[in-house]
């Protein structure tokens, strides 16, 4: 029989180990949609990602039967794993099939699961198993999970979405009698935006550290999302949910967490049709006709957004805060502007539907830089006319000056007594009217050059 004390003892030391191991485990992901794509498109988006720093894909798959999910699919895994680049399944059983029927039978992603599951890219959680997520937990009961987890022998790492299930953000002592058992870790995908109407802040992560709180009290972990917007305008939903400083407000706030993260997971790398994409949108991909209005290959670019989220996973790997993000080494400063394409008294034709949240849309200049020393400063200037000029200190700066007008937007940097150094300059420009013959609010975004 072990002593209380020699007992207590051995309990700290192996708490001490588990949460060790936690710490051993910050990584940061990018939520990929497996659409058709080449295999030279595929294998780009794993070279982008990782110059970027991400360390892999949340492959989502609705549908798992059609063919090119087996081709994308073998094209990711074969080249992620002669570049040791890591992917786990993200289970989007929120979904339906393109035939109309429900998707929801999770047998049918097992030939996913028997041929990937052991491939050298599939990115292992801290027990060693094959880490898998949702999108939603397909309104499925804890019995339909466990068992679907013991036909895989409760082999793997789950970290779903159970965010649409009661309870959850609140952390209810009966979510976790109910959940508890099915789940390693928890990811949320609502709480990267602020509801419609609400007065919720863009960037707040005030639901996800309940959770995150809720989490740790069980032993398990976290994995945070990190996004931009939300604007959709196809599939039967017109909607915008706030963007404006979204992603840096995230990064920073993130950065602050007590406890934090174990994962982030930004939202998304290729989701033209909800427009918060920060990589390739290649033109095979999707050709929904509402969806190609407003995203597609020749239309706006969101890569300017990458070089933050690169400092953003310096920082949060290293443990700092938004004020130790740095610039790379030689850089003096990296940065992106983003606005709206069209004003807020932009008006369209009679029968032309404004999306849900219109009203929250703002006429601003949304901006972000990090820099490595104060003595900087950005000028904002709208149409020719001078906007804001801020000064800058170390680190993540932002901000978001209301009085946007039609034309041009330009982001300037300089030092202190010195000549502009870099800068932005939107080529899309803003419109007061309705060009495109719908309301249009996918972001315009222009890196720092």
């Not at 989502?60 to 002669?82: E, I, K, W």
């Not at 601003?364 to 490595?372: D, E, G, H, Y």
Request: charged share 10%; aromatic share 14%; net charge negative.
């Amino acid at each position: 029989m072990h002593s209380p004390l020699i007992s207590t003892a051995l309990l700290f030391y192996a708490v001490g180990l588990f949460w060790a191991d936690l710490v051993q485990t910050k990584a940061v992901f990018a939520h990929y949609l497996i659409y058709t794509t080449t295999q030279a498109h595929a294998e780009q988006d794993i070279s982008d990602a990782m110059a970027m720093g991400l360390d892999g894909f949340a492959l989502n798959v609705g549908d798992p039967r059609p063919s090119y999910v087996r081709n994308t699919l073998y094209y990711l895994f074969n080249y992620a794993a002669s570049r040791n680049f890591k992917l786990f399944l993200s289970v989007d059983v929120g979904n339906t099939c393109g035939d109309g029927t429900p998707c929801y039978t999770l047998a049918n992603y097992s030939s996913i699961f028997s041929t990937y599951l052991s491939n050298p890219a599939w990115y292992l959680g801290p027990n060693g198993y094959p880490v898998v997520s949702t999108f939603s937990s397909g309104g499925f009961t804890n019995a339909q999970w466990i068992a679907w987890k013991a036909s895989l022998h409760s082999q793997i790492y789950f970290i779903p979405d159970f965010d649409d299930t009661q309870g959850y953000y609140q952390s209810d002592i009966g979510w976790w009698n109910y959940w508890g058992g099915v789940v390693d870790g928890l990811f949320s995908w609502e709480s990267n935006w602020p509801l419609i109407d609400s007065t919720t802040t863009p960037g707040d992560v005030a639901q996800d550290q309940m959770v995150l709180n809720g989490a740790r009290a069980h032993g398990k972990q976290y994995m945070i999302g990190l996004s931009t917007l939300q604007y959709k305008d196809s599939y039967n939903t017109n909607l915008y949910r706030l963007g404006d400083l979204c992603l840096p407000q995230r990064m920073q706030n993130i950065l602050e967490m007590s406890p934090g993260p174990d994962f982030v997971e930004v939202i998304t790398w290729n989701d033209g049709g909800e427009s918060h994409y920060i990589g390739n949108i290649w033109q095979e991909q999707n050709q929904n006709p509402d969806v190609t209005r407003y995203t597609s290959a020749s239309g706006p670019s969101h890569k300017g957004w990458q070089p933050l989220v690169t400092s953003f996973i310096q920082a949060f790997k290293a443990g700092l805060n938004s004020s130790a993000m740095l610039p790379p080494a030689g850089t003096t400063a990296i940065g992106a502007l983003w606005f709206k394409p069209m004003l807020q008294c932009a008006t369209c034709a009679s029968g032309v539907s404004q999306p849900q949240g219109f009203d929250q849309g703002r006429d601003a200049m949304n901006w972000a830089v990090v820099v490595p020393a104060s003595g900087m400063y950005v000028r904002l200037i709208t149409n020719g006319v001078y906007l804001r000029l801020t000064n800058l200190s170390p680190g993540l700066n932002f901000g978001s000056p209301e009085g946007m007008q039609a034309g041009t937007q330009v982001l300037q940097m300089a030092k202190q007594g010195q000549p502009t150094f870099a800068s932005c300059q939107g080529s899309g420009g803003v419109t007061a009217s309705c060009p495109q013959g719908f309301y249009n609010f996918n972001y315009q975004v222009v890196g720092l050059q």
